[in-house]
């Protein structure tokens, strides 16, 4: 199962992930991290499923670190409003979200073309796909 802890994240993932659930509150937005770290087997069903152009290994959601330990270089948020999760898409929160995040440096997904778009994704902008 994915994993929602930001210690999963590299350290320049974690501060900038707090950063920007600080900043989304700051604005009004009710927004969790629902995906940090996501294991190789969950990756390669994300692959064979189409829901992913990477494979294990290639996601900036499945990096380790030299100790082997999740340090991944994205994470996938969730809308609340009203006290009920808000699905992806082209809802107003996540572009405001959007907005925040790539005025943090990040990458949002958000602006990526075909099915690929996906405006819950963020990672850190750099970051090279293996």
Known sequence: MASRKLTDLSLPMQLLAVKFVD???EAGLDIVIICT???????????????????P??????????MLKPAAEAFDVGVIRNGKYVGRGDDSDYL?????????GLL??????GKLKETAHFE????KHG
């Open 124 to 127: 850190r902008n750099g970051w």
């Open 57 to 66: 290994g290639q996601s900036a959601h499945n990096q380790v670190d030299l």
């Open 96 to 104: 405001a979200a959007g907005k925040i995040g790539e005025e943090l």
């Open 37 to 55: 770290h996501r294991p190789a087997a969950e990756q390669q069903a994300a692959y064979d499923a189409g829901m992913s152009n990477c494979k």
């Open 23 to 25: 900043r989304c509150h």
């Open 108 to 113: 949002w997904a958000g602006r990526w073309k």
